[in-house]
């Protein structure tokens, strides 16, 4: 993806649909396969996937620059990790409880990341990220290192009950930061439907209760999904303060790979946002001349083996020894002198 704020402005339609859409077939293929491990016991935790979400997801981290942005996803972002920039094999390693990957092993399948990158570790308490990300922006602040930069999130409707997303994001447009929080409204906190979650006409309110501006797409819609997720990251790092992009989706998937969603209704699931995003993406790139039919099925082949060859690779790799690891989080430097 493109490293300098210049490079995605000059971006054509066309290299930008074909490099997300890449994103997304990585993401989708990779969580299939980790679908399939999971129910063959192969992988220890829960299995979370992001099938139906990867335009919203894809199109917001092919808009950071990795580097210089922070962004920080959440369990359905596998499409936005790939598009900000991340192996394939960081993700199979931290799946499969390899010593060679990010977290080394010692953390929950879900909960990596590469600060030093830009891409911060996943938290469970969803909401958490907005604040984190908002204190990320103001150190940057107050280290005078702000300029030019943009951090991110990808939450859903549940998390914007959560108390954190409510003073992170209040805090964020206080201070005018460049925090740009895209809510996938799936349409259930869990199982949860929208209609118990809350009572406001749409969550864009949540945007100007705040002083924030506010962008609805429809996240089945990848080229819209492309254009919105553009402007509000364009916006933020002009210095236009807090975004919030609210996308409508279904996710296609249960909870985690443990649910059967048995709780989603049929007339969901058959209506516009039970559409799949990738089907349609595949549809458009085709219709705008953006890429050929037969380009699409060799990037299917072309992906599918690199996905492979990344979870064999991880299964072959050493686990951790409890005899011969540091578990120190912090070491204290050693000096000459014991009583320092």
């Known amino acids: 993806m493109p490293d300098t704020a210049e490079s995605i402005e000059l971006l054509t339609d066309r290299e930008h649909a074909r490099k997300v859409y890449r994103a997304m077939l990585e993401a989708r293929l990779l969580e299939t396969k980790l679908s399939s491990l999971y129910k063959a016991g192969k992988i220890v935790g829960g299995v979370y996937l992001g099938k139906g979400q990867e335009a919203v997801s894809a199109s917001l981290g092919s808009c950071l ?50 600060p030093e990158r ?10 958490a990220a907005v604040s984190v990300v908002a204190g990320w922006l103001l150190a940057r602040r107050l280290q005078g290192r702000l300029e030019g930069m943009v951090g991110a999130t990808c939450i859903g409707d549940g998390a914007t009950s959560t108390g954190a997303f409510h003073e992170g994001l209040n805090a964020a447009a206080v201070e005018r930061l460049p925090l740009v929080v895209v809510v996938a409204n799936n349409q259930f906190a869990y199982s949860t439907p929208n209609d118990r979650q809350f009572a406001c006409e749409d969550l864009l309110d949540r945007a100007k209760g705040y002083g924030v501006r506010g962008y609805s797409v429809d996240g089945t819609d990848f080229l819209a999904c492309l254009r919105v997720m553009r402007e509000a990251v364009a916006e933020a790092r002009r210095g236009g303060g ?32 039970g559409q799949d995003c990738m089907a349609v993406a595949a549809g458009q790139l085709v219709e705008e001349g953006y890429a050929e039919e037969a380009e699409l099925a060799e990037w299917q082949e072309e992906i599918g083996e690199k996905v492979q060859a990344a979870l064999a690779a991880a299964q072959r790799d050493p686990k951790p020894d409890p005899w011969r690891e540091q578990w120190e989080a912090f070491s204290m430097p050693q000096t000459g002198d014991q009583n320092a």
């Open 65 to 114: 620059i990795p580097g210089t942005d922070v962004f920080a996803p959440l369990i359905r972002d596998q499409g936005g990790r790939t598009a900000f920039g991340e192996e394939v094999i960081d993700c199979a390693r931290t799946y499969l409880g390899s010593a060679e990957g990010p977290m080394r092993g010692r953390d929950g399948n879900i909960h990596r990341g590469r």
């Open 242 to 273: 807090p975004q919030m992009v609210v996308a409508r989706l279904l996710r296609l998937t249960g909870h985690g790979e443990h649910d059967d969603a048995s709780y989603v209704p049929e007339s969901l699931k058959c209506g516009a946002l």
């Open 118 to 127: 830009g891409m911060l570790a996943m938290i469970s308490h969803l909401g």
